[in-house]
């Protein structure tokens, strides 16, 4: 099970933190992806992390804004967030890979956390 949390409100320009956390498995033999889906629209991939955590990408949209991170021994991973637009505003999700690299395809991922809400808004 993947929980994610640490969504919220924030206005433009702001930051927020989020935090994937897996219970009943480790996720040292997992990369790690997080998508986000905003009303009206399809899933996007945002950002994903080798099990290593040597190796990461970006979407355009988000990058050098966002940063992917993860500590294995503390069994979470992590999406710091800043300089967030209300186009950012979306539900959140982690997602986990088998395997030690990353893919954007969605079908490789088998572990789904419930979401987070990020809302960006003045």
């Known amino acids: 099970q993947l929980v994610e949390s640490g969504g919220g409100l924030v206005q433009p320009g702001g930051s927020l933190r989020l935090s994937c956390a897996a219970s009943?498995?480790?996720?040292?033999?997992?990369?790690i992806g997080w998508f986000r889906q905003a009303p009206g629209k399809l899933r996007e991939g945002v950002s994903y992390?080798?099990?290593?955590?040597?190796?990461?990408n970006y979407a355009d949209s988000v990058k050098g804004r966002f940063t992917i991170s993860r500590d294995n021994a503390k069994n979470t991973v992590y999406l710091q967030m800043n300089v967030l637009k209300p186009e950012d505003t979306a539900i959140y999700y982690c997602?986990?890979?088998?395997?030690?690299?990353?893919?954007?395809?969605?079908?490789?991922?088998?572990?789904w956390g419930q979401g987070t809400q990020v809302t960006v808004s003045s």
């Open positions: 997602a986990a890979s088998v395997g030690p690299d990353w893919t954007y395809l969605e079908y490789e991922y088998t572990y």
């Open positions: 009943g498995f480790t996720l040292d033999y997992y990369a």
């Open positions: 992390i080798s099990s290593s955590g040597g190796s990461t």
